[in-house]
């Protein structure tokens, strides 16, 4: 009886239960929604971090740069500071201070192919690569033409090829000045780096000058003790400063191929590189056994002057030119006033 009335239609019936299955996707869906809320925090960070590091790399490469430039620049001061104003160094001190900043430049060329190069920066650190390898070049040869250019012997020449190499570092300035230069501040820009853009750097100051080679002569004529260059103050001397025919300048170092169609007409150019006003100056030009000669009526101290020499009969072929400003009375120095020159006459 007892047990019938509890089973009976008066008895409260229990609320059903939420099934279990919907539980466990509720789960589920908070447990998957918080995942992917962490794993979006992990991207977000290691994207910073990457971020991060990518720009101490450029700002580092830039500070890397920026030290070699500015400490390029205090070498190009001492080197052509010496060269303005040589004071009293002698020939051999001289010599040995154009060789210790030969030597500086060797170790920034050595500096800037073992940079620490981000990705973004490899077109940037090939353009300065080639600007510091220019400039490695020409240093080291000037170097090695420095103590001929103050001698006795082959004075001529060598100053010719340190006035060539002075045109290298000229166009080192350039390479560096409109190729790495707006390179590397360009990716700085581009990545939102601010206050890190490397500085100027030329190397070879006063515009044009140095690319003269009466500039370089005079310049090296001036330290004490040399023989190269211009005379010594007070003498009388000249200079041959160069040669062309019909317009095309003539090389001591490589053969010059002119024009046979018309009468070749040498041009001398040559400088009184003493105190005094030289007259009557005879310029010859021999050529296969046969010499020619002209003349320069006056040059006054420091001037220069243009003798122009027909080739009559004209050479045919490869020939050589041997071109001379005879001394003058009292010119001590007279290397300096011949050049020889390989033409072919096409």
Known sequence: MEDSLASGPGRRARPPRRPERQQILLRRGLALGAGLLVLILIVLGVRGCLNARKHRALSDYAGNVTQVVQETQQTSKRFFGK???????????FVAEVNADRSAMDNY???????????????????????????????TEIAEKMSTALGDVGSKKATEAITKQMGVLAASDVVYAEVARPEIDGVLADNGIEGDDV?????????????????????LGSVS?????????????????????NGTELSSEETTGVSAEETPEVEVRVQNQGESTENGITVSVTVNGNTLTGEISSIEAGGEETVTIPLTPAPKGEATLEVEAEPVPGEEVSENNEASYTVVFE
């Open 83 to 93: 060269l303005s104003d040589p004071g009293t160094l002698s020939v051999t001190e």
């Open 225 to 245: 003790g040399s023989s190269g260059g211009s005379a010594t103050p007070g003498v009388h001397g000249l200079g041959l400063l160069g040669a062309s025919i």
């Open 199 to 219: 500085p100027k750097s030329e190397f070879v100051p006063d515009g044009t000058k140095w690319l003269s080679e009466n500039a370089v002569s005079s310049a």
């Open 109 to 139: 060329v050595s500096r800037i192919d073992s940079l620490d190069t981000p990705g973004d920066m490899g077109s940037a650190q090939r353009s300065l690569e080639l600007a510091y390898e220019l400039r490695g070049a020409a240093m």
